[in-house]
């Protein structure tokens, strides 16, 4: 949700800021903005709509025009204001000499606005933001820290309320960029002479592995020789370096059309690397989970939170840990969470499931969850992203960066991680012998090959996506652990296609949704497994049946060798077998594929950046 990027070093800032941005789109396309501190003067270039915009404008300019080798700039996911050319960061102040960018929400900007106001000062924008820029030049232009860039900076950092990294240039101090944090993300990249900023690594990754990961409340002054990291007051304060572990071409296209496609495709890789270490001589281990044994044992209740694609993933986890562990598993969308009095206490285990790590409906259930009492364990995709450093524990997913908005190999990989959390329960409550731990651990186990299998089924849906259109509406129907992936489906479709889509539980169509199906309606239903639970697959025979014999067209996802559902099919897409509770993570993958296609048939082109939407929802 909105990224910021900062450079300083002896290279054309420019060029490095533009590079920056595009690998941070993901979080925000709504507009792009870039300042560059130069011979003592602010350029600042900025427009509404998706960073080709920006790079347009640019262009037509002239990029040799741009000197500087300081920078900070920003892509935006609109909060206060429409997305305009306006409201675009970077926000300069009234006497042209300072800009900033924001990421985030400043919660007591009215009061912070009637202020500048006060002081004389129109503001032009409909942000939250602007102000932030009025102040660092009231304060740097007169009273107790008149002169003093980074003093007006801290200054201006100790009376923002809310959620917010900013990042200060102020041009009479062309080789320095002040920025702080609180509550949302902030990364130092410590290059050669060069040092850099983001929201997440990918700003910098093409520069340096060396990055450091700023704390809560810290703030940051860089120039092109190194770092220092201050609390808000300006006291020096520690923050702890780490090496980065993916590398640049993990976070670019790989010969794929778009990084959803490619992400799709890295799935065998995302669920194999994120079991890979958690089963060793015959026990599973959570090396990072940083819960015992005991603490494992005393668990009474499960609670898992998550929002979206997220809280699919926790659907499935409560079908597999009620089975595996016995203990009651109550799931609830983050964003209701906290709002419904939740019964909560300490031998409550809250599964916070987020691939950002960021996501602030989730950060306030688990805030609310640690109010409670309750221990949490954050399952996240994120390396010190803010879920797990506030959790009591964390389980990494290991999919590697998801640029693509929608999420596909993180979901995956998040199955995979509750199911882990599920046996390490089993484990330690003695609800699961010793070898069906090890049963249901191979069979996770097989999964990435079986995923490679179901990719192949790419040109069939491509096919079929062009015989659908044009499509209007969909629906998705499962049972069982089939039902969370109807509603993913039917999730994929929405935000990619922009289309009415809708997931079912197979057994409430009759109870109203079937008033829906009329001619040519096109439904996916997910099969399960003849062998697994016959009485399961007989009665979702019968629902394909009924849903036929009212006109709809079925696209019916199934496994090899289940011949009971051909009659029935209109279109057949074939899944390798596995046992129920692991179907998800095949059945699911023809529908990313589905969504995707569907979308580009329904002319969104940009499948990574559908509109509206963002990467991480910082935002309530
Ligand atoms: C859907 C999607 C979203 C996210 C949700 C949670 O494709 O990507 O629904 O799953 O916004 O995000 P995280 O997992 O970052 O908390």
Redesign the pocket.
Known sequence: MCAIVGYVGQAQALQIGLEALERMEYRGYDSAGIAVVQKGALHVEKKEGKLANLLEQVDHIGRDNFTGTTCIGHTRWATHGRPNDVNAHPHVSFDGKAAIVHNGIIENFATLREEVENAGIEMTSETDSEVAAHLLALAYNDGPTAGDFEASALAVLRRLDGAFTVLFTHCDHPGTIVAGRRSTPLIVGVGDGETFLGSDVAAFIAHTKKAVELGQDNAVIITADGYRTTDFDGNDVECTPFTIDWDLEAAEKGGFDSFMMKEIHEQPAAVRDTLAGHFVDGRIVLDEQRLSDEDLRGVEKVFVV??????HSGLLAKYAIEHWVRVPVEIEVASEFRYRDPVLDQRTLVLA???????AD?LEAVRHAKTQGARVLAVCNTNGSQIPRESDAVLYTHAGPEIG???TK??LAQVAANYLVGLALAQARGTKFADEIADIYNALEALPEKIEKVLKLREQILELSKELRPVKTMLFLGRYVGFPVALEGA??LK?LAYIHAEGFAAGELKHGPIALIEEGLPVVVVVPSPTGRPVLHSKIVSNIQEIRARGARTIVIAEEGDAAVEPFANYLLRIPNTSSLMQPLLSTVPLQFLAADIARECGNQDIDKPRNLA???TVE
């Open positions: 998550a929002c979206g694609s997220a809280y499931v987020s691939q950002s790590g960021e996501t989730t908005v929608a999420s993180a979901f999730l994929k935000e990467k991480s929802v």
